[in-house]
């Protein structure tokens, strides 16, 4: 096994946590150092983890940092990730990809241009959820796939996060706040997306806050909080999707996938787990026993994903996937603007499904 891949955070804020207590059981990554603007947070991790709080500039720009992983919130996810590839480092960033579609073309064209990697979240889809389905429909265990339905709903953030103005800003909303573990999972069951259809509304110009210091604050609405589309897969399925802040609750499975043969349930896409269930033609539903995917995967293993490939081969989490995402995304609202059905530009590979397995290990 080869030496781990050495990671420098930047951005110690709340999903930081969550790859530090993943990176204690990764072969493949090793940290050693972490930056944030706010210097106090970025030496509470360090001293917690045994590493080194460094500037975010130096950070960027150090030795021992192969990779750098950018926690930071998505309005400084380009800038931070151009800086590094500039610094000639390897990037993993949480999603978005960027905050706009040519933010996150300008990373991905920089990364390519200095032969570095560049990977994104979500990397959800390598557990054994939306693994094990894959494999179903990959095994012909639906037969053809026909279509899919993507349901996310929720009468809104506000109601738990103290500060939730940016989910009803430009960049937030249902689609591109939920969106990306939705399609993201959609691409890697069906593949790539070629056009796509959409419609979207708001009901209310204004929410209420609902917990925290400024409860009962109203914030303003400038996007729409209903957003439902069909996306038009390249191999002819169609995916049916509604992503809400306006409705109180669904019984909906996450994600359905109907084949000629056979239909799937597929577990929550914003986690790694869950069950898949089948029921074919002429049978009743049935629990699928894990039989691909990652497991007990947590974020941070796209990150291992990538350590464990070898240099010039493929991984999993990669831009070009998150880029391919990103594009569907603005492309149906987009769509919904202009109430007409739109060219998905860009398109990626489906990516490699992950036969059943413990971590990724070092290249
Ligand atoms: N919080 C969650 O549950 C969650 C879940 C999944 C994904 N994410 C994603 O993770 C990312 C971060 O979310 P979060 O909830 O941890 O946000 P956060 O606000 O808690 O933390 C972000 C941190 O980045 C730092 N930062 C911001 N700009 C910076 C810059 N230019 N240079 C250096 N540091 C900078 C901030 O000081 C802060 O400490 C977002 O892209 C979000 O979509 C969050």
Redesign the pocket.
């Known amino acids: 096994m080869g030496r781990p891949l050495r990671i420098g955070i930047?951005?110690?804020?709340?999903?930081?946590g969550a790859y530090l207590s993943t990176f204690e059981r990764l072969d493949a990554v090793r940290l050693t150092a972490i930056?944030?603007?706010?210097p106090v947070?970025a030496q509470a991790v360090a001293d917690e983890r045994g590493v080194r709080a460094l500037a975010?500039d130096e950070l960027l720009n150090d030795p021992e940092v192969d990779l750098v992983l950018n926690?930071?919130?998505?309005a400084?996810?380009a800038?931070?990730a151009l800086k590094a590839i500039a610094a000639g480092k390897h990037v993993y960033g949480?999603?978005?990809l960027a905050a706009t579609l040519e933010d996150a073309l300008a990373v991905i064209e920089a990364g390519r241009e200095a032969g570095v990697r560049v990977g994104c979240?979500p990397d959800t889809v390598l557990g054994t959820g939306v693994q094990t389905a894959r494999k179903a429909i990959d095994d012909g265990r639906i037969g053809a796939p026909v279509a899919a339905t993507a349901t996310m709903v929720t009468p809104g953030h506000e109601r738990w996060h103290p500060n939730p103005d940016f989910y009803y800003q430009p960049g937030g909303g249902p689609l591109l706040d939920m969106g990306p573990y939705y399609v993201t999972a959609l691409v890697t069951l069906l593949g790539p997306v070629a056009s796509v259809i959409g419609a979207a509304s708001h009901t209310r110009g204004t929410r209420v806050i609902g917990s925290g210091p400024r409860e009962g604050e109203t914030v303003p609405v400038n996007v729409d909080t209903h957003v439902t589309g069909v996306l038009r897969h390249e191999n002819g399925a169609l995916s049916t999707l509604v992503m809400s802040f306006d409705a109180v609750a669904t019984r909906a499975a996450n994600i359905e996938v109907h084949g000629q043969t056979g239909s799937l349930i597929v577990p929550d896409p914003n986690g790694f787990h869950g069950e898949v269930r089948l029921h074919p033609l002429n049978g009743e539903w049935e629990t699928l026993e894990p039989s691909a995917g990652y497991l007990d995967s947590a974020r941070g293993y796209g990150l291992a994903d990538l350590a464990a490939a070898p240099a010039g081969q493929p991984f999993r989490a990669d831009g070009d996937l998150a880029y391919h995402v990103l594009d569907i995304m603005t492309s149906l609202l987009a769509a919904a603007e202009k109430d007409a059905a739109l060219t998905v530009a860009s398109t990626c590979k489906r990516p490699a499904a992950v036969p059943l397995q413990t971590a990724p290990q070092a290249a």
């Not at 926690?71 to 998505?74: E, G, R, S």
């Open positions: 930047v951005g110690a804020g709340a999903i930081s930056a944030d603007l706010d947070r975010v926690l930071t919130v998505p400084a996810h800038e931070i949480e999603k978005p979240a």
